[in-house]
């Protein structure tokens, strides 16, 4: 939704906890023949070539960050269909709390594009990330995952407000644009 070019083998829909049959049941109800669901596994898929599986997460199991009813979301439009999106920030928060536990190196590279994707969009919006938006992108965890996952490039971080002394972002609360 943020457009990204990498291919997804699957797409995360997040949801409170206790709901995850009610949007397996949403997707099918609207999707009408476009998705499938295993009866055993109940895992859920849109019917593509090759089909895209629909992961339903909920914190704090599956989802590595906050989500309520207060969770900052955003609306995207792509296509002309507007569709509402946590804000990046959360999601590039989540996706640095899980790249270190996956257990694939495959995951953890996928998770690494997704990031610098995630970084790359916020710049293009004009968005400063402060440290309470993104607590797990610490000052040690940036210097661990640039030279691993970021190509040895500081740029993406600074971008959007990181800076390599004491407070890993600028000060204060939330996200400024």
């Known amino acids: 939704m943020l457009g990204s070019s990498r291919v997804t083998e699957d ?3 997040v949801v409170p906890q206790g709901q995850t049959k ?3 049941d949403l997707i099918k109800a ?3 023949g ?3 669901v295993d009866p055993r596994t109940l895992h859920t898929y849109y ?10 997460l909920t914190p704090p199991g599956l989802f590595k960050g906050t989500f309520n009813q207060n969770t900052e979301t955003m609306a995207i439009t792509h296509n002309n269909t507007t569709v509402q999106v946590l804000h990046p ?6 996706k640095c709390g899980a790249i270190g536990g996956r257990a694939t190196e495959v995951k953890k590279e996928t998770d690494a594009q997704d990031i610098i994707h995630l970084l790359v969009w916020l710049k293009s919006q004009n968005m400063s990330l402060f440290a309470d938006n993104v607590p797990n992108a610490s000052v040690e965890w940036v210097q661990w995952f640039v030279p691993n996952y970021g190509f ?3 740029d993406y971080w600074k971008n959007v407000g990181w800076t390599e ?3 890993s972002f600028l000060s204060k609360n939330w996200f400024s644009r």
Do not use: C, H, M, Q
């Not at 019917?47 to 339903?56: H, R, Y």
């Not at 920030?89 to 989540?94: E, F, K, S, V």
């Open 47 to 56: 019917l593509s070539a090759p089909p895209v599986e629909i992961e339903i």
């Open 34 to 36: 476009k998705f499938s």
């Open 11 to 13: 797409v995360d829909v």
């Open 152 to 154: 040895g490039n500081y």
């Open 89 to 94: 920030a959360i999601i590039l928060d989540a």
């Open 30 to 32: 609207y999707g009408e």
């Open 165 to 167: 002394s004491g407070a």
């Open 22 to 24: 009610t949007a397996r």
